[in-house]
């Protein structure tokens, strides 16, 4: 410990509402990070880098984003969010 899995897949949602002021295309790529920490403050330390680092990235290649709250779903956990990218559409 620590350690962080990552999952990369398309993935298919048919939303028939809106969510959260939010309407996901049918197919989309997700990216999932799990991270593993001895405790509380690891977890937190190892979130923040996480999500640091997502932000240096889009910012360097220009792309606008939204970060969002997400459920966690069956995986659980205290805290999860995506990070939306805004169509024209």
């Known amino acids: 410990m620590p350690v962080t899995l990552n ?4 993935k298919f949602r048919n939303e028939l509402r809106v969510q959260g ?3 996901r295309t049918r197919e989309f790529i997700m990216q999932d990070a799990y991270s593993f920490d001895a405790d509380q403050k690891g977890l937190n330390e190892s979130y923040e880098m996480m ?6 990235v889009f910012d360097r290649i220009g792309i606008e984003y939204l970060i969002v709250l997400a459920d966690s779903g069956a995986m659980g956990g205290s805290g999860s969010e995506e ?3 805004q169509a024209e559409v």
Do not use: H, P
């Not at 999952?7 to 398309?10: L, R």
């Not at 999500?51 to 240096?56: E, L, N, P, T």
């Open 21 to 23: 002021g939010l309407l």
């Open 51 to 56: 999500r640091k680092a997502y932000c240096r």
């Open 7 to 10: 999952q990369n897949q398309f």
């Open 83 to 85: 990070f939306m990218l």
